[in-house]
């Protein structure tokens, strides 16, 4: 991967998509290294996430992650529409959706999708993600002891039948590619031994505080890209994703002296650590400076060698994102939704 140094590329405010870093999936199609992530956590108002989208294709921009949950996608797809008219054409953006853990029906995959679609004024979608492996959900601002009340346990035989719906959305021409989200490496196991269009990527919790080393090189050696979410530690998520025990990856003394000595923000260290680790950083983000210095971070100065080595070393294996919202019975540890035994938790 080449980065560039800081003098190419940064003209005012704008950095050339060009120069940005891709990475190839399986398909051999090209996705930017580097997207904006649009989940307001429940107080960014969704005008002010599609004001960022435009805003973002205006700096340079190609790749947005989207969700249906983040219940924004219909304003994004205005502000979509307004660039696609402007100024870019359609296969030069990458666009993420997911599917949302109450669709895993499998009456409710396709007509989700084409919702996701119908918001976004966009006839296909570059990657169509299973959001959750558990078909459990929440409203939107629940609190943390929030539970469906037919919450129910990772069944491979039910997923199945999900995903052979996705692989239906790649046949249709609605879908370039499918992958998963907050999956493990058990889970992956069974789905790459069954799928039929197997997943391009496995979007997951990455950070310096969070590398989960293990689920990375799997991804990896399998042939999937590692998208990671969360990359600057979420200073931002809702109530019910924060505990007294979270750590603060942005203020890890590591992370501050190499951010003092580039003279940027930590969190654009996070982002550079995680472009030159291998990963698909997707940053939030609706202040226009954070987000143009985020992508700069990714065409600018490289991390030395030793500096990627000491946040190697800072991994605390600190999951912020637990989602206890998801879990099945009562009482149960966040833990459980993670198999951290190596095989799938037990119903
Ligand atoms: N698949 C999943 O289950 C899943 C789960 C969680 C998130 N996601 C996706 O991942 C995306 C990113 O995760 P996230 O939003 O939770 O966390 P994040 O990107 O780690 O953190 C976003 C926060 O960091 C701040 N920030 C970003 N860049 C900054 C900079 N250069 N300087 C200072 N502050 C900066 C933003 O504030 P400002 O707006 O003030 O800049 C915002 O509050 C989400 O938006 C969503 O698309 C997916």
Redesign the pocket.
């Known amino acids: 991967m080449e980065l560039r140094s800081a003098s190419g590329p940064l003209i005012n405010g704008y950095v050339d998509p060009a120069l940005v870093p891709h990475r190839t999936v399986y398909t051999g199609a090209r996705m930017p290294a580097i997207g904006l992530?649009?989940?307001g956590?429940d107080h960014?108002t969704a005008a002010e996430v599609a004001a960022a989208v435009e805003g973002a294709t205006e700096v340079g921009y190609r790749h947005f992650?989207?969700?249906s949950v983040?219940g924004n996608e219909h304003e994004i797809g205005y502000a979509l529409q307004q660039v696609l008219r402007k100024h870019l054409q359609r296969e030069q953006l990458w666009i993420t959706s997911?599917l949302w853990n109450d669709k895993h029906g499998e009456n409710d995959v396709i007509a989700s999708c084409r919702k996701s679609l119908t918001d976004l004024r966009i006839s296909y979608l570059d990657l169509y993600?299973v959001?959750?492996p558990f078909p459990n959900f929440h409203a939107p601002g629940c609190d943390v002891t929030s539970r469906s009340k037919d919450a129910k346990p990772y069944i491979h035989a039910e997923f199945m039948k999900t995903w052979r719906k996705m692989e239906e959305l790649v046949d249709l021409g609605l879908v370039r590619h499918i992958g998963t989200?907050?999956m493990t490496v058990p889970k992956l196991k069974l789905l790459l031994r069954d799928a039929r269009i197997k997943p391009a990527v496995n979007?997951m919790?990455l950070?310096p505080h969070f590398q989960q080393p293990q689920l990375f090189d799997f991804v990896r050696s399998n042939g999937m890209v590692p998208v990671g979410?969360?990359?600057?530690?979420?200073?931002?998520?809702p109530e019910r994703d924060r505990t007294p025990e979270d750590t603060v990856p942005t203020q890890d003394p590591v992370i501050v002296k190499i951010a003092n000595r580039l003279g940027i923000?930590p969190?654009?260290v996070c982002i550079k650590w995680a472009v030159q680790r291998g990963q698909i950083p997707?940053?939030?983000?609706?202040?226009r400076g954070?987000?143009l210095?985020?992508l700069e971070g990714v065409v600018s100065e490289p991390l030395s060698d030793d500096e990627m080595g000491e946040i190697s070393a800072i991994d605390r294996n600190c999951r912020l994102?637990k989602g206890q919202v998801f879990l099945w019975k009562d009482g149960q540890p966040w833990e459980d939704l993670w198999d951290l035994s190596g095989d799938i938790t037990p119903p």
């Not at 979410?229 to 998520?237: A, D, E």
């Not at 997707?282 to 202040?287: A, D, R």
């Open positions: 992530g649009t989940f956590s960014v992650d989207c969700a983040y997911k993600l959001h959750w989200s907050n979007e919790e950070h979410y969360c990359p600057v530690g979420s200073p931002g998520r923000h969190a654009v997707i940053p939030f983000s609706t202040n954070h987000y210095s985020n994102i």
